[in-house]
């Protein structure tokens, strides 16, 4: 998944994913991120962590401590909170999905229907609002979910009935394999975009189950990649005006998806991969000794 995430967003990355694991209940600790920035410093820049689902701009900063290998920390040469670029390039991807299916990229009166109220979603909401769109949004956690409707005028409705929304657009941002045997038969939506990982829970047949719907799906891996790019632009040295140039090229890779996969007859995610393999295949033909990676800075 991040490696094709980063192949297709054109960036010059591999791909992996690191689990801190812990008790559910239990609070993330200093001394248990510090011993993962050890772990992660004795790979000599094989691998680079950044935040992602249940962790933090401090929890990256933790890691810190131990290893210059990690990115989205705040500061002077830190990308910060990867969230903001996620949301935007989850929004401009919803636009392209729309003109695709609608004909017109604005969401002017178009209802979408968005499952999560974390930091992505939160901030995706406030771009469909702006642009006058009508949300629908759930959230295991009531706190958030009702603070994202007092701030954006959304609307609540139980978790399980967001499936059951009769909406122009589905999105996704909470957890994945969301997408699977039980909720695909419910959904009331011509387009599913969102920003969630993984959110089919068996990639070929739920693309397949969807596209038998005449729903149109964005890969979530390319509509995503926003806060990769984010925490590429670390590493890379990326102006800020470089980084929203790059997250926002997300619509015109998802046109040339959508495109392609009606051209050629094949799922989205099919056209998807296709990229991504081509792209992969390209860089094997590169002859390269790892030697570390000294742009990373040590702050």
Known sequence: ???????????????????????????????AFRAFGRFVDSLGGKYITA???????RDMEWIRMETRYVTGVAGEHGSGDPSPYTAHGVFVGIKAAAKTVFGSE??????????????????????????GARVIITDIFEDKVQQVCREYGAQYVPPDAIYTVDCDIFS??????????????????????????????DEERHAQMLAERGILYAPDYVINAGG???????????????????VESIYDTLL?????????????????NQIAEERIAQAHHIHRTFV????????
């Open 172 to 201: 996704p941002n909470a957890l994945g394999a969301v997408l699977n045997d039980t909720t695909i038969p419910q959904l009331r939506c011509s387009i599913v975009a969102g920003g969630a990982n993984n959110q089919l829970a």
């Open 292 to 299: 570390g990676t000294p742009t990373i800075r040590n702050g």
């Open 106 to 131: 604005s969401l002017e009166g178009r209802t979408v229907a968005v499952q999560g109220a974390g930091n992505v979603a939160r901030n995706l909401v406030a771009k469909l609002v702006g642009d």
């Open 256 to 272: 040339r998806i959508f495109r392609t996969a009606q051209e050629h007859n094949i799922l989205t995610i099919e056209a998807s």
């Open 228 to 246: 990769l790019i984010n925490v590429t632009s670390e590493i890379e040295q990326w102006s800020r005006e470089q980084v929203v140039r790059k």
């Open 1 to 31: 998944g991040m490696t094709y995430k980063a192949s297709v967003a054109g960036l010059p990355l591999g791909g992996g994913k690191a689990v801190v694991l812990r008790d559910a209940d239990a609070a993330p600790t200093l001394d």
């Open 51 to 57: 935040e992602d689902v249940g962790t933090t701009v």
